[in-house]
């Protein structure tokens, strides 16, 4: 089954450029194109991650936008407390004034504040709507917080559900290209260049769907389903983490998405679809319930 | 605000004749500490309580901090002992620390006798507030070390609070634990309203009073109306956890996300229970030591005002990735910011203060100084994480971690430090030694900074917060953060020292030790403050 998939697959790379074919053949993972590219968090690092969707451009670009403004005004309330000491300290000034009251100056830190608050409100509203647009998915995946694991359900192929697990750190390979602490047994799969809609929620209690690489980030919370969307630029591996605290492995439920070329996530559906739904085995064991991740550290 | 000088300086004199520690009738300490009725006494009482609040709170930091050292450490290696660390931190250091420092503490020592009161309005509640506290943090340290612990993190969202994922009484007990503390808060305000409304001196009406007593009193508004509501939030908790409701489960009709709404709609305005009076005592200390009146003293009362109105309707910003509606987004965003305006109106008028000044760098000066600028830092980043459409990228992360810790582990904590050198004296009767104060201000300036700057850095490259354990690639950031910790904790030691020299300080201060530029009632009487202070009612001109 897993072979003829994977011809299938062959056969459908041969329109995709030279490259991308050899590297499918090599290997008949229809997710392989996600390993050229992996959005990780890196040592040092002080800046949001690279853009991987226009939405996280946005909030890059207005995170930007909003710390400049802050960043002049620490900046100026800083030199003016430079200039006071300076100018005003005991030695300088032995005879302190007794001035209490400028109306205009009172009147001036109401009026700019108030003006540099609207320039900041007027961009950040805007992204505040585009954020909340999930009209017209190409698709939507239910997401499912569990204590410990995600779980996704791809609402367009039915019968397409699996649940993804941390890599106990005592099984990561890094030859493989895994993180500790961040890739999972079986990621998300995602095509690229479309909208993706997800329907957030939680079998148990509130989970956070954090992906920062995306900009997307929702509570699951059970009895309730929350919506975010993405869209993905280009192929690639990015990740996310649990982001609401859920109990004794909250920090041992990452997210892992692999995002290719819609032909090879159509390919992948069909795969996945054999490998998770025909009542066999998973062709991947999946590892043991992580209830003794945390002694196993 | 105009200076406060009694008509006869020499009354004071009258008091001095009493013996200042128990006046002339000698109590037993049984009687003196715990059935204590007089302001200072429990005041003395709540800062030991804050003391050691502080202490707790603080090992706990350290132990975080020291297994966040390097990734996959393994000081920690149970997630339920991190949760009940974390959780109990959070608690600890509001409800034990910061609350009782600096409301019921300075709160109560200096607020009856700025005002000219003899003692609070109810003596007697005084002394319950405080036993309602101190058996409340026995409650939350059972909390901490009984069985796994309550780790459902100081915001105790359901349902990871409720008896089916979090079995056992330590949650109880940190939920009865709020309880007491809250009951505690409830009627500590209720007194300071009564106090500050009612026991003024003649003379001294609301536009004349000292911009500590207006703190509190604001404060106290703020206590007594969203104490009530944390209270029914909890109690609503420990129905579901013990007696079947069901109103914060899905299964039963439930809303988790209604927990959410009332914890936060008590939880904001704490956020400015906290610091509104460590603003009253940076501006004390402010205008003491530019020896000038504060400047705009209206804008500055009713700045706290403002802030504390708008509090009240701000609170969904906590919620940005709950699910609500982009509207209420937009709404709640708008509302958050329009805070800084007022927030905006103090830290200017602080600096019109010192403008033309005669600033002397003592060390209150130093811990006021440090405040305005980390405040103003920490302010930044929250207009930062005000922008509903950032937080969607900030939420929970670290940036979030370093924003709140930059308002209150340097802001509210520099506002403790700069109340306990101002006032040492006064309390104590001995002055701080001034070389050591100022080496605890930078060592501990340098170590809070080391600290929290680099969790910026961590929460924009995505470190969620609550993890005992994180990827690799924060390990970085993290090893700078703890090192930053343990400067801190060496910083405390000097604080330790200091508190050493103080209480066995042989120097005998004069009334108002600081000297023209402390102009309130605090500096009319004697210092240490005798028991009873204005047994004459001081006149205010």
């Excluded at chain 1, 939507?140 to 697990?165: A, F, R």
């Excluded at chain 1, 030859?175 to 961040?182: D, F, M, N, V």
Aim: include cysteine; charged fraction near 10%; proline fraction near 6%.
């Amino acid at each position: 089954m897993k072979r003829l998939c994977g011809l299938a697959f062959g056969a459908a790379s041969l329109v995709l450029f030279a490259a991308h074919l050899a590297m499918a053949q090599s290997a008949p993972d229809p997710t392989a194109a996600a390993d050229a590219y992996v959005n990780a968090p890196h040592n040092w690092q002080w800046w949001f991650p690279v853009s991987g969707s226009p939405m996280q451009a946005k909030i890059d670009w207005l995170m930007q936008y909003v710390l400049w403004w802050m960043a002049a005004v620490v900046g100026f309330v800083a030199l003016l407390m430079a200039y006071v000491f300076i100018k005003f300290n005991a030695k300088a000034n032995p005879k302190p004034s007794y001035v209490t009251h400028n109306t205009l100056i009172e009147v001036i830190w109401i009026v700019v504040p108030t003006l540099i608050l609207a320039v900041i409100i007027i961009p950040s509203i805007n992204l505040i709507w585009y954020e909340g647009d999930t009209s017209n998915p190409y698709m939507t995946v239910t997401v499912t917080g569990h204590q410990w694991y995600w779980e996704y359900t791809y609402q367009s192929v039915p019968g397409l559900d699996y649940t993804s697990y941390m890599i106990p750190d005592d099984q990561i390979d890094p030859s493989k290209g895994q993180i500790r602490r961040l890739s999972v047994d079986h990621p998300l799969v995602l095509p690229v260049g479309e909208k993706i809609k997800f329907d957030i929620t939680s079998g148990d209690v509130l989970h956070g769907f954090y992906l920062p690489s995306l900009g997307v980030q929702k509570y699951a919370i059970p009895g309730t389903i929350v919506t975010s969307w993405t869209l993905i630029n280009k192929p690639g591996t990015y990740y996310g983490q649990c982001n609401q605290i859920c109990g004794l492995n909250h920090d041992a439920m990452p997210i892992e998405i692999k995002a290719v070329p819609l032909a090879d996530y159509l390919a992948w559906t069909k795969a996945a679809l054999a490998d998770y739904t025909d009542n066999a085995a998973p062709t991947a064991a999946l590892p043991a319930p992580p209830v003794k991740l945390a002694d196993a550290r | 605000m105009s200076s406060f000088v009694q008509d006869d300086p020499h009354a004071p004199a009258h008091d001095a004749a009493h013996d200042a520690h128990g006046g002339h009738h000698k109590q037993t300490f049984v009687r003196r500490w715990l059935m204590s009725t007089n302001h200072k006494d429990i005041g003395t009482l709540y800062i030991t309580m804050a003391f050691i609040g502080a202490c707790t709170g603080g090992m706990l930091s350290e132990i975080m901090r020291q297994q966040l050292m390097y990734p996959h450490n393994d000081l920690i290696t149970n997630g339920n002992t991190w949760n009940a660390i974390i959780t109990a931190h959070g608690l600890i250091m509001i409800f034990w620390f910061v609350m009782p420092a600096l409301i019921g503490g300075f709160g109560n020592w200096m607020v009856p006798m700025m005002i000219g009161a003899p003692d609070m309005a109810f003596p007697r509640l005084n002394n319950m507030s405080f036993w309602f506290l101190a058996c409340g943090f026995i409650f939350v340290m059972t909390g901490l070390l009984l069985g796994n612990g309550a780790g459902a993190g100081w915001t105790l969202y359901p349902p990871l609070d409720n008896a089916q994922y979090s079995p056992g009484l330590a949650t109880d007990f940190a939920l009865f634990s709020l309880h007491l503390a809250g009951i505690s808060s409830l009627l500590g305000a209720i007194n300071f309203i009564a106090t500050i409304l009612n026991m003024r001196a003649p003379g001294m009406t609301m536009h004349k009073m000292p911009l500590f007593c207006w703190a509190i009193l604001v404060t106290a508004f703020l206590l007594l109306l969203a104490i009530p509501v944390l209270a029914g939030a909890v109690t609503m908790l420990i129905m579901d956890r013990n007696f079947g409701t069901s109103f914060f489960e899905p299964a039963g009709g439930g809303d988790p996300v209604l927990f959410q709404h009332l914890f936060w709609f008590f939880g904001h305005p704490e956020v400015y229970i906290m610091i509104l009076p460590a603003f009253g005592i940076v501006s004390h200390v402010v205008s003491t030591f530019s020896k000038k009146p504060i400047f705009g003293y209206l804008g500055m009362a009713y700045a706290m005002v403002i802030i504390g109105f708008v509090g009240f309707v701000v609170w969904a910003h906590h919620m940005f990735v709950s699910g609500i509606s982009d509207d209420s987004r937009v709404y709640f965003e708008v509302a958050t910011l329009v805070i800084a305006v007022p927030t905006g109106i103090k830290v200017f008028s602080w600096i019109a203060t010192m403008w033309g000044g005669s600033i002397e760098f003592k060390t209150p000066m130093l811990w006021a100084i440090g405040f305005i600028f980390l405040f103003v830092i920490g302010g930044a980043t929250g207009v930062v994480l005000a922008n509903a459409g950032l937080d969607q990228e900030l939420h929970n992360d670290y940036f979030l971690i370093a924003h709140f810790h930059y308002v209150l582990s340097m802001g509210a904590t520099f506002g403790v430090f700069a109340g306990f050198y101002y006032w040492i004296g006064k309390m104590a009767g001995h002055q701080y030694p001034e070389f050591w104060g100022k080496v605890h201000f930078w060592s501990f300036f340098i170590g809070v900074n080391l600290t929290f700057f680099p969790q910026h850095f961590l929460g924009l490259a995505g470190m969620p917060r609550r993890y005992p354990d994180y990827a690799d690639a924060f390990a970085g950031w993290n090893f700078v953060s703890s090192v930053g910790s343990i400067i801190s904790g060496l910083s405390t030691m000097v604080f330790f020292y200091v508190l050493y020299r103080v209480f066995t300080g042989k120097d005998v201060l004069e009334d108002n030790y600081w000297g023209e530029g402390a102009t309130t009632l605090e500096w009319a009487v004697p210092s240490p403050a005798p028991h009873h202070t204005f047994e004459d009612v001081p006149v205010i001109r």
